[in-house]
């Protein structure tokens, strides 16, 4: 069982930075694979990031790749989102996720068996 708690959303002007992270309990989290999903209203959850549990192989959507980048500490426990350029349409409620094992990178929402609560992201334009 893992749990997991996102932080660092905020209101940014369009072409700004922000990072996010996700820190989760338990002593296996390099185990997990993490993933980095958000949602915007009305819209479905959508896949931005992933990551192995090793930190080795990473995946972007293609609305975010060259802008947002996930990196893990597995020493902190934690799960980075740095996000660049931001523009208006990447507001949304961002979740970070886990699944096993970690060897492999997961796109898809339903294969995640852990999520976080979510932290909103505001870009102003």
């Known amino acids: 069982q893992v749990q997991l708690v996102e932080s660092g959303g905020g209101l940014v002007q369009a072409g700004g930075s922000l990072r996010l992270s996700c820190a989760a309990s338990g002593r296996t989290f390099s185990s997990y694979s993490m993933g980095w999903f958000r949602q915007a209203p009305g819209k479905e959850r959508e896949f931005v990031a992933a990551i192995t549990g090793s930190g080795g192989r990473t995946f972007y959507a293609d609305s975010v790749k060259g802008r947002f980048t996930i990196s893990r500490d597995n020493a902190k426990n934690t799960v980075y989102l740095q996000m660049n350029s931001l523009k208006p349409e990447d507001t949304a409620v961002y979740y970070c996720?886990?699944?096993?094992?970690?060897?492999?990178?997961?796109?898809?929402?339903?294969?995640?068996?852990?999520w976080g609560q979510g932290t909103q992201v505001t870009v102003s334009s």
């Open positions: 996720a886990a699944d096993l094992p970690g060897y492999t990178i997961v796109t898809r929402a339903y294969e995640y068996n852990y």
